[in-house]
């Protein structure tokens, strides 16, 4: 097994060697724009690396990990317009520095990119990889839909809000996972495995995601805190208050914009009240412990156990 | 070999049958919709008539014949979005009836779906079904922003203008023919001289669309005519008379929005003048000329033959 780092290099070297065509600039430019956004590349790694965990040659997997690297930038390029956001990572979105029409028809080609990449050698694993990907990728378009239709709702239950991180964030940690077991050949339940490990892993993450929104530290988190709180967003933090706050705060302040600031702390103070801190911190460990529950079944070399385990444990911890 | 609307309905049935799921709504209602719009379906038709013509069992290209369909589908969804188009075939685009989100994140379900289609009873064609589609994917996407491109010049050439609708329109039909042709188990040359069939087909069938919306008629047509003259839109014919109109009449027009039937008089009257309407109307009988030869080249039964060349002759001679 390598370092985290390790695979991280040959994800952006292979990157890097994409070489897409240079004209029309305006469908192409965008693309190169959206991969140079840099991110952990958490996606990519998973495979690599649960194909080396496998005993396989990482490389076996690289084409089926920038596919899957290339249709998760692409999934950002569509959903920063649909909400209408005008920055990612520091730099202002596609269609804030182009155009909308640019940024659909940029994301669409890739889209399509990424389906050519996973076919590039993936020999007779090619039906397979299709279908996992291609599911994965419906269950993505599911979780954004619902993501969306939560916005004019205020009935959201945690049931619902688990179902739909499941599906618009987790799954393709799950794929990333499970198409690097079908790389190295693994058996059908192998690759299951691991794409259960990826979906808790992912579940742990975007928990973590919810919480640092509201109580991280803005230096380290890297953008402003509270802006979950300002959108009304159903979170699993805002849910589960609406459900529990008896003092009606959380509802009444649902659509009010006036004193950003003050809402920020009136919404925190209900949280902090309820305890969800520590009780979103509880669930986030008890999908931890499933994850690793699915490692242990993989019964991997324990330097693979350990690459593993230990990403399990920094994504329930990490501070950005 | 069957009957053009024998063809029809193997496809709108298969069509029927899909069976998307339901929920969430948002998601699956506006696919259904879209492809609810009827339409002459003469890709699918192509891909199963190219099958048929060689000797197999249209059915066998039946899966792959619906991903075509759906794919193009996708494609007008999103162009509607990029022009802002209001309606499409007499309904609301799905942008109007929903909105903007909605139309982008269907029509990315879409093209997976698509994908996905392509995958089944694919068997041993499958990768190079997949290599088909996403080439040609890729080309209508470079199309599309040529095509864009386009508006904000005056010096488009009639070659650039050849190859954008080559790419954006022509090359579907091409992969149609040759994808009818692969899932026959025809040879790469058979699969290649079907697919360029198709493309001399898609060009005529372009240009006699560039000519009805000056000159057909209204009633048949089933649109306003001379909306591409309204626009400005850079069509063989406007790009002919910006490069031979002496008077500088079609350059002055550019932008005027005051007087519309005026402006497409004066315009048409340029045309008449440099005798375009016979001029596309030879290019067209080239490119049907081409078509013919690719038939010739394929030796098929006269049956076979004459589905081909029936369609050849119509799509230069329709009015609609």
Redesign the interface.
């Known amino acids: 097994m390598k370092e985290y780092n390790d695979y991280l290099e040959l994800v952006n070297t292979a990157l890097s060697n994409l070489r897409l065509?240079k004209?029309?600039e305006?469908?192409y430019a965008p693309i190169t724009y959206t991969l140079d956004c840099g991110g952990k590349r958490i996606r990519p790694v998973l495979a690599l690396a649960a194909c080396e965990a496998l005993g396989a040659d990482p490389m076996s997997a690289i084409h089926q990990a920038v596919a899957v690297e290339m249709f998760h930038n692409f999934t950002l390029l569509?959903d920063d317009?649909?909400d209408n956001a005008d920055v990612r990572r520091g730099r202002p979105t596609v269609h804030k520095k182009w155009n909308?029409?640019t940024a659909?028809?940029s994301?669409?080609?890739m889209?399509?990119?990424a389906?050519?990449l996973l076919?590039i050698k993936?020999g007779s694993h090619?039906?397979q990889a299709?279908?996992l990907f291609?599911g994965t990728?419906?269950n993505i378009?599911?979780g954004?839909?619902?993501d969306?239709?939560f916005e004019n709702r205020c009935d959201v239950t945690v049931e619902e809000y688990m179902e739909m991180i499941r599906l618009k964030t987790s799954v393709l940690l799950g794929c990333a996972c499970g198409m690097g077991a079908l790389m190295a050949d693994a058996t059908f339940e192998t690759q299951l495995k691991f794409f259960e490990y990826g979906v808790n892993l992912g579940l742990a993450f975007q928990l973590q995601d919810d919480y640092l929104d509201t109580y991280g530290d803005p230096a380290t988190f890297g953008k402003a805190i509270g802006g979950d709180i300002l959108n009304d967003k159903k979170t699993w933090l805002f849910i589960m208050a609406l459900n529990e706050d008896k003092s009606g705060v959380v509802k009444f302040l649902i659509g009010q914009t006036d004193s950003p600031s003050e809402k920020i702390e009136a919404v925190k103070a209900v949280y902090n009240e309820l305890g969800l801190p520590e009780r979103i911190h509880e669930l986030i460990s008890a999908y931890i412990d499933s994850a690793v529950k699915c490692l242990d079944s993989l019964a991997l070399q324990p330097e693979a156990r350990a690459f593993f385990m230990d990403l399990a444990l920094k994504s329930a911890t990490r501070e950005k």
């Open positions: 065509p004209q029309p305006g469908l569509h317009v649909m909308e029409e659909i028809i994301g669409d080609a889209l399509t990119t389906t050519m076919a993936a090619l039906a299709l279908e291609n990728a419906m378009y599911e954004q839909q619902l969306m239709d």
